[in-house]
């Protein structure tokens, strides 16, 4: 399996724009996590999903994030409209059938907004 | 998930052993302890994780106490490339990894 794979590694756009970053689990993985990272709050998990299922996202910032998970093989976060202060590396990842097996993350999207 | 307590950050000299501690004192009794790593820009990485007895794998050791209060993370012979931020993570049975600030280890040569 080639991992946790996010697109683009690299993302710059314009303050309200749109954004939308994307995350291919590992295949029969059944939990999915989104993260941001920033120097600041450090690394925060925004939302999870078990089975496609979003189970908590108290940790969405505002309404301006959504995530959705359609399907097992894929899932996707948007901000809209995008704000410079949403500038972060966003990581996704994701882990096992059985809780107590290891998360494994993506590279993460390095997220710009000027 | 279980509060857990780090340092934030650690110095050890290349090829000593780095031993990095965690407190969980309000874990309970079927929380594991996890450690994770994240070497700069790169997306955290999996370590070890343990409940009662201690572990052993290719990359480190985890002793957990008999209370299950906490642990420690060994990395037998420490090297440069081992340099990065270690997080101690207890998660609850929902599955909900949430990450604290870490230690910051600093593999000096």
């Known amino acids: 399996d080639a991992g946790v794979i996010q697109s683009p590694r690299h993302e710059v756009t314009e303050m309200g724009q749109e954004v939308t970053l994307r995350c291919k689990p590992i295949s029969g993985h059944d939990y999915l996590f989104w993260y941001r990272q920033t120097m600041m709050r450090g690394l925060e998990l925004l939302i999870y999903f078990n089975n496609n299922v979003p189970i908590d996202d108290s940790g969405m910032p505002e309404d301006r994030f959504s995530a959705k998970m359609p399907n097992a093989s894929f899932s996707n976060l948007k901000i809209q409209p995008s704000e410079p202060r949403d500038s972060a590396v966003y990581f996704c990842?994701?882990?096992?059938?059985?809780?107590?097996?290891?998360?494994?993350f993506g590279q993460g999207t390095r997220l710009t907004v000027v | 998930d279980a509060k857990t307590t780090q340092p934030p950050s650690m110095d050890c000299a290349e090829g000593r052993a780095a031993n990095l501690p965690c407190n969980h004192s309000t874990i309970s009794g079927n929380e594991y302890v996890y450690w994770y790593r994240q070497i700069h820009s790169q997306g955290p990485q999996y370590i070890i994780h343990?409940?009662?007895n201690n572990e052993t794998n290719e990359m480190a050791s985890l002793i957990i106490t008999e209370d299950r209060k906490s642990s420690t993370l060994i990395l037998p012979h420490a090297t440069l490339r081992d340099t990065a931020v270690y997080y101690c993570?207890?998660?609850?049975?929902?599955?909900?990894?949430?990450f604290g600030q870490g230690t910051t280890l600093q593999v000096k040569p």
């Open positions: 343990g409940l009662k």
């Open positions: 990842a994701s882990s096992g059938v059985k809780f107590g097996t290891e998360a494994f």
């Open positions: 993570i207890a998660p609850s049975n929902t599955g909900k990894l949430i």
